[in-house]
């Protein structure tokens, strides 16, 4: 895919890039169930938004202004000696962008944003059917 890509963190604006991406990603991971509609994501995202108790971050990676890529993650501390843990629950990149280091750019984003925070461990896990997808 030609253009500059771009990771950042959602904000309000970017609700519609989300439930595109969302929509997505549900296509991909569960093709016999129709996917949230946008209507769904973005209340979500305003419930999210305004709920200091759901700590859902969003990080969008876009190539020439257009979504590509998705990380929803949360930040926790589970213990007194950990120095916090950054989790990914999912992450997607849309198959036009894969192969081109946009996951790979997007797990660069959130070491570095959990460094920032001083975090120190990383967490994620994958779904069984992906491992065709990182080799």
Known sequence: MAGDMTIRLAGPDDHE?????????????NPQLP????????????????????GTLVALAFRSGVPVGIAFFVLVHPGRRLGGVLFVKDLFV??????????????????????????????????PQNAGVWG
Do not use: Q, W
């Open 17 to 29: 890039a989300i439930a595109a991406m969302n929509g997505a990603m549900d296509l991909f991971y």
């Open 94 to 127: 849309v198959e036009e962008a894969r192969g081109a280091g946009t996951g790979e750019a997007l797990m660069t984003f959130l070491a570095g944003f959990a460094r920032d925070k001083g975090i120190t461990r990383i967490d994620l896990t994958a779904e």
């Open 35 to 54: 996917p949230n509609s946008a209507g769904e994501v973005v209340a979500l995202m305003r419930r999210i938004a305004t709920d200091d108790h759901l």
